[in-house]
C-alpha cells in the first residue's frame, strides 16, 4: 500500500485484487461514493452480483475486509 495515493485510489486498487473473482461470474464492484472527511466509501455491485443473493457475503468476507486491512483510514463501508 502506498500512503501519499488519495483513499480512493487506494480503494480501488483493493477492489482490484478482488476483482478477477467477481468478473469470473459474471460481476464486478465500483466505488460510488468515497469521502476522506469522514472515511466513508459506498460500493455498488455491478452485473450478476447485483442481484446475486450471495453478492452480500461477496461484499461483506471479501470487499470490505480487503478494503479494511489495505486502506485502515476507511471508517465505514456502505453498499450502495
Known amino acids: 500500500m502506498i500512503e501519499n ?3 480512493r485510489s ?4 483493493a477492489l482490484d485484487k478482488v476483482r478477477p473473482a467477481l ?3 459474471g460481476g464486478d464492484a465500483r466505488v ?3 469521502d476522506e472527511e469522514s472515511g466513508a466509501v459506498g460500493i455498488e455491485m455491478l452485473g ?3 442481484g446475486c443473493p450471495l453478492s452480500q457475503l461477496d ?3 471479501a ?3 480487503l478494503i479494511r486491512r489495505e486502506v485502515p483510514d476507511v471508517r465505514e463501508i456502505f453498499a450502495v
Open 5 to 7: 495515493k488519495d483513499m
Open 48 to 50: 450478476a452480483c447485483s
Open 23 to 25: 468478473q469470473a461470474d
Open 63 to 65: 470487499i470490505e475486509t
Open 59 to 61: 461484499f461483506v468476507y
Open 10 to 13: 487506494r480503494v480501488e486498487e
Open 32 to 34: 460510488v461514493e468515497c
